[in-house]
C-alpha cells in the first residue's frame, strides 16, 4: 500500500487529500500521468493547440465548419463550369489536363504515355488552360 496525494491527480482537489492505494492502482496512476505527458509533449512537439484524439469526429466536426447553402450551391455551378470548360476542349489537351490536374500525373509521365515529347505536352496543356480560361471569362 502507498500513500497518494490525491490533489497531484484530480485538479479539482484544492488542498491535499491523502489516501493509501494499492500498488496496482497506483501503476495506473502512474501510467496515465505519463500517457498524459507524453501526449502533451506530442502537441508541443507538432505544434498541435487542438486535441489528437480524433475516434469519434468530435473534433474533426468542430475544426471543419460546414458550408453554407449559398457556398455549396456556388461551388457546385463552379464545378459544373470547369467541367463544360474541359468538355469543350480538343480531346487530346482535354485528356492532358485531366491527367495532369485531377489525376496528379507528371508532364513527363503523360508525354511518355502518349509516346510525345514533354514540350508537346507542356504546349498542350497551357493552350487548353487558355481556352478553359477565355471560356470561363464568358460566364462573368
Partial sequence: MKTINLKDYYPYYTQDTFVEVTDELLAVFEEFVRAESAYERKKYRYKAHYSLDRGDGIEHNILFVSLSLDEIYERKLTSQQLHAAIASLPDKQAKRIYAHYFMGMSKSAIAKAEGVS??????????????IEKYLKSFF
Avoid at 514533354?118 to 481556352?131: D, M, N, P, Q, Y
Wanted: glycine fraction near 14%; charge should be positive.
Fill in 118 to 131: 514533354e514540350k508537346a505536352v507542356r504546349i498542350g496543356i497551357e493552350r487548353g488552360l487558355h481556352t
